[in-house]
C-alpha cells in the first residue's frame, strides 16, 4: 500500500512548525544501523551524525533497521536504548524534524519509542515531495521479492493480531526468540552482513509506477548504490558499521541542487 500524508516540513512544502525556518535546508537519509552496545564505534558515529552533521537538516528520515531487533517498546527501560531515543530528541528541540519508517528489524518500534525520539513514524512505502521532485521512500525489504519465504515471514510478522500476541510475551521470551532468530539467521552475529537476495526488477518497476516517483530512496540490501533503473534513479543507503575493522556509513543528502551520497565526517 501507498501512502502519502503530509509531512510537517519542507520535505512537503509546508512552513515548518520547528523553532527555525524551514527555508532550503537539506533533507538527510540513513538506513540500516543496527544499533546495538556491542558497537560502540557504530554507536558514536550515529551520536556525532544527530549532533553535529544534522545541524544544517531541515529533517533527518532514517529508512529502517535503525536497531538490530526491537521487541516491544518496554525497551526502553534499557539504558541504552533510553540514551539513544533522548539523543534523537535533541532534534526535534533544535527544530530539525525526525521521521522513522520500520525496517524488518525494528519493525516493532512504537507510538512510546517514536513519542521519547520525538520521531513521526512513516508508513513503507511513502511518498514526499522535496524541493518539488517527487520521491518514494522504502525500506527495501518488501522489494526482495525473490526470497519467497522471507516475504511469507514478512506478511505473518506485519500483521496485527501476531503482533499483539506477540507483544504479550513476557520481555524473556521475546529476547530469547530474537536472540535465536539472529544466532540462526545468516545475517546474524557475523559480519559484514551478506544478504542473499537484492530487489527485484518487477518489484522496483511496481514502486516506481504505484509512486508516480522518478525517484526512490530504500536501504536494507547493504549494497549502497545509485542505479539507472527504467521508470527513473534508485539511490541505496548504505549500512553502517565502523565496528569491524572497517568504516561503513554514510547519507544521502537532498537540496535544491540535487542528491548526493555522502560519507561519514
Ligand atoms: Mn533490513
Redesign the pocket.
Given at each position: 500500500m501507498l501512502q502519502e500524508t503530509p509531512l510537517r516540513s519542507v520535505a512537503a512544502g509546508v512552513p515548518g512548525e520547528g523553532k527555525r525556518p524551514h527555508g532550503a535546508r537539506p533533507l538527510f537519509f540513513i538506513?540500516?544501523l543496527h544499533l546495538n552496545e556491542a558497537i560502540p564505534h557504530t554507536v558514536a558515529a550515529f551520536e556525532h551524525f544527530i549532533r553535529i552533521t544534522a545541524e544544517e537538516a531541515d529533517s533527518v528520515f532514517i529508512l529502517?533497521?535503525l536497531f538490530e531487533y526491537w521487541i516491544g517498546d518496554d525497551m526502553l527501560s534499557d539504558p541504552f536504548v533510553a540514551r539513544m531515543a533522548t539523543l534523537m530528541h535533541t532534534l526535534s528541540e533544535r527544530g530539525i524534524a525526525l521521521y522513522i519508517m520500520h525496517?524488518?528489524?525494528d519493525f516493532l518500534l512504537g507510538k512510546r519509542f517514536m513519542k521519547m525520539a520525538g520521531a513521526i513514524w512513516l508508513p513503507d512505502p511513502f511518498v514526499i515531495t522535496a524541493f518539488g521532485t517527487r520521491i518514494a521512500l522504502a525500506?527495501?525489504?518488501a522489494l526482495c521479492t525473490a526470497d519467497r519465504g522471507y516475504q511469507l515471514f514478512r506478511l505473518f510478522a506485519r500483521n496485527r493480531f501476531a503482533q499483539m500476541l506477540f507483544l504479550a510475551w513476557p520481555f524473556r521470551w521475546r529476547r530469547k526468540l530474537a536472540e535465536n532468530m539472529r544466532s540462526n539467521s545468516e545475517h546474524g552475529r557475523m559480519r559484514p552482513i551478506s544478504?542473499k537476495y537484492d530487489v527485484t526488477p518487477k518489484a522496483v518497476a511496481a514502486l516506481f509506477n504505484a509512486s508516480k516517483a522518478a525517484t526512490i530512496i530504500h536501504?536494507?540490501?547493504h549494497l549502497p548504490a545509485r542505479h539507472r533503473e527504467p521508470g527513473g534513479t534508485r539511490w541505496v543507503l548504505p549500512d553502517w558499521d565502523l565496528d569491524h575493522g572497517g568504516h561503513r556509513g554514510g547519507y544521502l543528502r537532498i537540496d535544491a541542487e540535487g542528491i548526493r551520497a555522502l560519507p561519514l565526517d
Open positions: 538506513s540500516d529502517g533497521d525496517g524488518n528489524r525500506h527495501g525489504d544478504i536501504g536494507h540490501t
